[in-house]
């Protein structure tokens, strides 16, 4: 925001291995050039091992976004047998008393993971204002714009010497395509958003510079930016030189686009879907230290053909998301990462003319696995049509607190913007403990 001074308030929360680089960065400076060599040394012999560290101590978020509203009775909270449950029945989950949609037969045995809200009330049934709301988890006040989560998530857990994106969202279909925002927390936590490919553009090297000249290059120039640097000291050349190491950061790390650097039986695990190619990138980017990734699934707007809709996107969302979590925990990953499935709001109980269900933020669910998370647990319920929540209502900044609360995130924590104190989550919102590990 143009004018406005960003300052954040301590809050305890800094990461354990930012606290031992500091350490170790500190004590060689303080020690004669012969024992910095010597640490110099040790350091590069154990390179390996401390980037091994560094990773286990890095978190992560997946957000599988459903855009245009998936239906919660046909994923989260089926009502077989009344006359607003549809056609499909509801099947039991590995976990004693929890039941799903038979829709969604995979992830009914990975219940242990993952907990269900099925109690949100978020009230706004409009595409573009209720994507806002369950996003930043409160709407946009006169002259001050909120970031989304992606962007909270990137500037609280992302690393300032990473050379990899700390937001990207995966977005390749035209139904209701949004970049995300960074607010007021500027352009540095804006996503990377791809919307025509799962590439990033421009990133490739010049077709006429080789390897090595381009390094050579990028050498050169750090050596003039520091001794320029060293004599010209301002926020404006620390700016430049911090944006010019993301985009070197940037075609480095482009091959982690590129899934054909992985098994062929890794991307048959994933299957050929859009998908399931998107997935996988979200699970590459979070192994190489990506804080957030958004991968959007469209297509859930089914005012008609409800039935048939959900047959096909929830089979889409069963197989991909079963395999990313089984993935994720498999090498070590679900550990330190959450994967929320979200979009703006569900859809009615009422079915309409055209055997499809409208707009409905009035009781609809959510899921959080991994990381932080209670599995095998479920929060709220819906009375036994599903027209209204009867137990645990959530808001949108309630589950917006309980995000960042799973990451380890305090969702109290506040930004000075200007002279405006400004929490992360608004004003009284409350994080659901039932859900929280």
Request: proline fraction near 5%; charge should be neutral.
């Amino acid at each position: 925001m143009s004018g406005q001074r960003l300052i954040s308030v301590p809050t305890g929360l800094v990461p354990s291995s930012l606290s031992r680089r500091g350490f170790l960065g500190g004590a060689a400076v303080g020690v004669g050039s012969a024992l910095a060599a010597d640490m110099r040394a040790v350091n590069g012999l154990r390179a390996e091992e401390i980037a091994g560290e560094l990773r286990r101590g890095e978190k992560h978020v997946i957000l599988l976004w459903l855009a245009g509203g998936a239906s919660q009775l046909e994923t989260w909270d089926p009502k077989p047998g009344v006359k607003t449950g549809g056609p499909f029945s509801a099947i039991p989950t590995n976990v004693s008393g929890i039941e799903v949609s038979e829709l969604l037969p995979k992830l009914a045995q990975r219940m242990q993971m993952t907990a269900v809200i099925r109690s949100l009330n978020t009230k706004i049934a409009d595409h573009g204002r209720g994507a806002d709301l369950v996003e930043r988890g409160r709407l946009d006040d006169p002259g001050l714009r909120y970031p989304d989560l992606g962007a909270v998530v990137a500037k609280e857990l992302g690393r300032l010497e990473s050379t990899v994106p700390d937001y990207v969202s995966l977005y390749t279909s035209t139904e209701g395509r949004r970049k995300g925002t960074s607010g007021f927390l500027g352009a540095r936590y804006a996503p990377l958003f791809l919307a025509e490919n799962m590439s990033p553009p421009n990133s490739a090297l010049h077709e006429k510079l080789t390897t090595a000249e381009h390094q050579d290059r990028a050498a050169l120039r750090d050596l003039l930016s520091k001794r320029f640097a060293a004599e010209h000291r301002s926020s404006t050349v620390g700016s430049q030189n911090s944006a010019y190491q993301r985009v070197q950061g940037m075609m480095a790390s482009a091959g982690l686009f590129n899934i054909e650097q992985e098994s062929a039986e890794v991307r048959a695990r994933y299957g050929p879907t859009q998908f399931g190619e998107q997935c996988l990138i979200a699970r590459r980017l979070v192994e190489a230290g990506v804080p957030f990734v958004k991968v959007a699934r469209a297509w859930w707007d089914s005012h008609g053909q409800n039935f048939e809709t959900h047959l096909e996107l929830c089979a889409d969302l069963d197989h991909c998301m079963s395999v990313l979590l089984d993935d994720l925990q498999e090498r070590g990953l679900l550990e330190k990462t959450l994967v929320i499935t979200l979009g703006e709001f569900g859809r009615t109980p009422g079915i309409n003319a055209s055997l499809g269900r409208d707009h409905f933020a009035s009781a609809w669910s959510c899921s959080l696995s991994g990381m932080g998370v209670r599995g095998g647990v479920v929060h709220g319920a819906t009375d036994k049509e599903g027209h209204t929540v009867v137990d645990g209502e959530a808001s949108a900044a309630d589950l917006f607190a309980t995000i960042l609360q799973a990451v380890g995130i305090d969702p109290a924590h506040e930004y000075m913007v200007g002279s405006r104190p400004t929490p992360l989550a608004d004003f009284g919102a409350k994080p659901i403990r039932s859900v929280l590990a």
